[in-house]
């Protein structure tokens, strides 16, 4: 081996060259003869076979770049390393061809052209990536590919011959994780290929339909396919495949249900073809599934042309850090001068660009940093955020804080915050210039595509654990995607350098320490490759579960795909029809099998429900009274077996039959509250935003609060999420035992039709289904109802393509309108 391939970072670092370097990550004023020594380096490493070195070679042609403002260097690698949307930018909007054009620099700009696709440009590894999975469209692929590299390009490449040309693939479905992405890739396919029918519920699919595009999350697949024992998908396309590696249990059964509708779709046809797209996976072994034996193909991009820049903030004792990721030595924290650090929304401001994202984990605390950065951040005067704010108040409340946020140009985002709420603030931050503060939590893990030029870190956990290295690399990928930077507007070549800032503040654990943080999340560069994929999915071969997990999900597999599937297990499938609807609509309060025998013969003495009350009475007989006190210490639906909480849903459900706006509920949320004046009524359950135990003696979770001690504009507010969360309660816990009882006919129709949708209108019950909200399908119906076409048959609807401009000539609210704006197709 020729010696200079021998050199590592270790052996690098241990010349002159780590005072050199170091000197050029604290930007500190350097000769012209060490710039000239820094570019040379640069010029030696990226010819090296190291990787490692190779990227240390580029960061520096990125630092040198942006430190001297000379694109030159920058430009000759690009070409040499086929990075071309950075030498095409260059050319058009820093005017290198002008400047400095010749024979050569034409010819490589004339050949460029080639990796233009769609209005901007591929680097060579996107193109091939693109080419290859062209030609392998009818063969299953494991595709890994970084944040921001064309995953939904590649979607939307997927389906293209479903829709303008004759395909194999006649019925395709694809699954996102999340509500968000799901209504985001609805969005691209729709302003792509213009309006059509896109399954996203259940309900809306119809088996007159000869061709479907679904995008549906793996629960609304499993009804979906539960619901129609014929139907057989030729394409399957699974985003952010990695969520299949989660772990299971019984307050998480997400894995299971994704591995099983795979499972499933697979047994019904045998030539289905699969795509899992994932920006990170170090091994296809690691997506290998029970029951599936086919091989699938492995396609991974290594490139990536960002290289970020990590900031480490230690607020109580002043100290502000710059990580060196190449560093193979202990001494990779640089230290950097810096003023009184006063507190996390100081280092925010200070440190903030065009289009911020600060990322907290728990909404409480989110919330809580968005009034304080509230109180540091002037009023913008802004027509466009003045519109917004009044349209906030008027479509949720009058004391709805995110209005006033907004008007100072912050919005924060988490799944507490009413859907119809989330399209509306994420089509305003993508499309205002003046909303710089988007403040979220684990929703923008998800692939949510948002602008963003730089991320905060204010509370470096998910759920009780520190983000895991995936997630942590995912969320970091979600500032400084191509589109921000190779904008022809407002792209700038620094934002290949994306700066992460991490604070230990106020938010941060007092046991947050710099150097594990960056050990365990593998951001060194060296520690990247030890990257392991964590399988914990029981229905995965090479899973690390136990045996009990194993069973348990093999048990839940068997159950819930009825006849499709044959497991191991099948002497534990349930024998009656209300085992078989508890394991479909995942019941977990009892052990199904040792109760369905008892519920089986408690049946046959009940009497069909007519009413709300005689609903309740008969899932408390039949489902609540047999909790195992024992096994559950608490549990959400435990609650439901006293009569004051069945009350209370029963009140809520009342006013969705009632067709409340958003607005009464809350005022009727607030005043119901305010009734709560004996001592052991006060006290009110509010789950995550509670500040009070329910139990000292037993050290409950603070999940309470005494209502009597908030004010009005507290209580409105606190309304606002509880809300949510109380519908969205209903709807996945409550429900589950109404559809069982609906599959039982021991619910009047017309009963359980107002239940589930809050009416019985077949019209107003499509419009729902294609996931247009209550208040949104009474505006349509009472004021532009021949502007918009509904096929009761096949569950569709068609809006005029003039919709949009007409409902703002009529000043109509803009979330009602942004709900519009998903179902049509953008106008160039």
């Known amino acids: ?66 430190l001297v403002d000379d694109y030159k260097p920058l430009y000759e690698l690009s070409l040499i390393k086929g990075l071309i949307p950075i030498s095409k930018f260059i050319e058009n909007n820093l005017n290198y061809l002008e400047k400095y054009g010749n024979l050569y620099t034409e010819i490589n700009s004339i050949m460029n052209e080639k990796f233009k696709r769609n209005n901007s440009y591929l680097t060579i590894e996107q193109l091939e990536l693109f080419e290859e999975t062209s030609k392998s469209k009818s063969e299953s692929q494991i595709i890994v590919a970084p944040t921001s590299y064309g995953k939904t390009e590649l979607i939307l490449l997927f389906i293209g011959d ?85 772990e299971f249990s019984n307050k998480n059964t997400r894995s299971i249900i994704l591995a099983s509708v795979i499972i499933i779709c697979k047994k019904r046809n045998e030539n289905i073809v699969y795509k899992f797209l994932t920006p990170f996976l170090k091994s296809k072994e690691s997506l290998k599934i029970n029951h599936i034996s086919n091989e699938i193909k492995w396609y991974s991009v290594a490139e990536n042309i960002k290289s970020e820049m990590f900031y480490f903030y230690d607020i109580e004792n002043n100290k502000k850090l710059l990580l060196d990721q190449y560093s193979p030595t202990k001494d990779m924290l640089i230290e950097l001068q810096v003023n009184k650090l006063e507190d996390d929304a100081s280092v925010v401001l200070f440190n903030s660009d065009r289009k911020n994202i600060i990322y907290l984990n728990s909404p409480k605390k989110l919330e809580n940093f968005a009034h304080k950065l509230f109180y540091k951040m ?32 912050i919005i924060y985002h988490h799944g507490s915050i009413p859907e119809s709420i989330r399209y509306f603030i994420e089509d305003l931050y993508i499309n205002v210039p003046e909303i710089k503060m988007l403040i979220a939590n684990s929703t923008l893990l998800e692939g949510i595509n948002i602008p963003a030029t730089r991320m905060f870190i204010l509370e470096p956990y998910r759920g009780v654990r520190y983000l895991s290295p995936s997630s942590f690399k995912n969320l970091v990928g979600r500032v400084c995607r191509f589109g921000e930077i190779f904008n022809s507007n407002t792209g700038d070549l620094k934002y290949l350098l994306p700066e992460i800032h991490i604070v230990k503040g106020e938010y941060c654990k007092k046991g947050f320490k710099i150097e594990n943080f960056v050990k365990e999340r593998k951001i060194l560069v060296e520690d990247y490759d030890k990257i392991i994929d964590d399988i914990k999915n029981p229905l995965l071969v090479n899973s690390i579960s136990d045996e009990y997990a194993k069973k348990k999900a093999d048990d839940i597999l068997g159950n819930i795909s009825r006849w499709d599937i044959t497991t191991d297990n099948n002497s534990n499938k349930a024998k009656t029809i209300i085992g ?46 047999k909790i195992n006190d024992d096994e559950i ?47 052991e009524s006060k006290i009110v359950y509010v789950g995550k935003w509670g500040d009070k135990t329910w139990d000292d003696k037993n050290k409950s979770k603070k999940y309470w609060t005494d209502i009597t001690e908030k004010n009005e504009y507290e209580k409105v507010n606190l309304a606002i999420v509880r809300l949510k969360e109380e519908y969205d309660f209903i709807d996945n816990e409550i429900i589950k035992f109404i559809e069982i009882l609906h599959s ?33 399908s009474k505006l349509l119906q009472e004021k532009y109802s021949h502007m918009f076409e509904v096929d009761i048959v096949n569950s569709t609807i068609v809006f005029s393509e003039n919709l949009v401009s007409k409902m703002e000539d009529n000043g109509e609210n803009g979330i009602l309108i942004s709900e519009v704006k998903i179902n049509v197709q953008n106008k160039l």
């Open 633 to 679: 210490k608490f549990n959400y639906i435990k609650r439901l077996r006293e009569i004051k909480t069945q009350n209370f849903y029963k009140m809520l459900i009342n006013w969705r039959m009632n067709n409340f706006t958003l607005k009464v509920m809350i005022n009727k949320m607030v005043g119901y509250w305010n009734k709560l004046k004996i001592e």
């Open 378 to 409: 002037p009023k913008i005067e802004s027509f466009k955020l003045k519109k917004a704010a009044n349209d906030l108040r008027e479509y949720v409340h009058e004391d709805y804080k995110l209005a006033n946020y907004i008007e100072k140009g």
């Open 580 to 625: 078989k609807l508890c394991f479909e609509n995942n019941i977990n309060i009892f052990n199904i099998l040792e109760i369905e025998w008892q519920i089986d013969s408690e049946i046959k003495n009940i009497k069909k429900a007519q009413n709300l009350d005689e609903v309740f009475e008969i899932i408390n007989f039949l489902f609540l009274l």
């Open 744 to 776: 039982l006919k021991l619910i009047e129709e017309t009963l359980y039709l107002k239940i589930r949708y809050g009416t019985d209108d077949k019209t107003k019950i499509v419009l729902l289904n294609c996931g247009i909200s209550n208040s949104l």
């Open 162 to 246: 479903n829709i303008i040309g004759d395909t194999k693939f006649k019925k395709i479905c694809i699954i996102s994780p999340t509500k968000s992405l799901l209504t985001q890739t609805k969005k691209r396919i729709i302003n792509e290929f213009g309006y059509r029918k896109i399954v996203t519920y259940p309900e809306m699919y119809s088996s007159n339909d000869d061709k479907i595009i679904a995008v549906l999350t793996q629960e609304r697949l499993l009804k979906l396919l539960q619901n129609n024992s014929n139907l057989k998908f030729d394409l399957l396309i699974i985003d952010e495949a990695h969520n299949l590696l989660e």
């Open 1 to 66: 081996m020729n010696i200079i391939n021998r050199l590592t970072l270790k052996k690098l670092y241990n010349t002159k060259f780590s005072e050199l370097y170091r000197k050029l990550q604290i930007n500190r004023e350097l000769s012209n003869e060490e710039w000239q020594k820094i570019l040379s380096i640069g010029i030696f490493l990226i010819r090296l076979e190291d990787k490692n070195l190779q990227k240390l070679g580029y960061r520096l042609f990125l630092l040198y770049s942006t």
